[in-house]
Nanobody
Framework: QVQLGESGGGLVQAGGSLRLSCATS????????VGWFRQAPGKERGFVSA????????YYADSVKGRFTISRDNAKNQVYLQMNSLNSEDTAVYYC????????????????WGQGTPVTVSS
């Protein structure tokens, strides 16, 4: 098993920035990829970004490409999501998730989840 915990969410004005952190622990050696997802009120959970644990290849949803950056601190076993140029459509609860195998960006393909951290962008 692997445990994940998000932090760094909060209230930010439109145009501002936030950096989310995802702390991983447990059997991190089994992780193949870590993803960030978000769920806005009344909407389904959707893919934001992902990072291949070994090698660091990254993926982004079109809606965040060029504004968000996913990265990893190997020494701390943490994954970050730097979010810039935030707008009201970015308001959501953000989750990090881990998968032990390759696959697509469907949340159902990630078996291990954190508790989420809320991000609110005020206009």
């Amino acid at each position: 098993q692997v445990q994940l915990g998000e932090s760094g969410g909060g209230l930010v004005q439109a145009g501002g920035s936030l950096r989310l952190s995802c702390a991983t622990s447990g059997r991190t050696s089994n992780i193949y990829r870590v993803g960030w997802f978000r769920q806005a009120p009344g909407k389904e959970r959707g893919f934001v970004s992902a990072l291949i644990w070994s090698g660091g290849r990254t993926y982004y949803a079109d809606s965040v490409k060029g504004r968000f950056t996913i990265s990893r601190d190997n020494a701390k076993n943490q994954v970050y999501l730097q979010m810039n140029s935030l707008n009201s459509e970015d308001t959501a609860v953000y989750y990090c998730a881990a998968s032990f195998r390759p696959g697509g960006h469907d949340p159902l393909q990630f078996a291990h989840w954190g508790q989420g951290t809320p991000v609110t962008v005020s206009s």
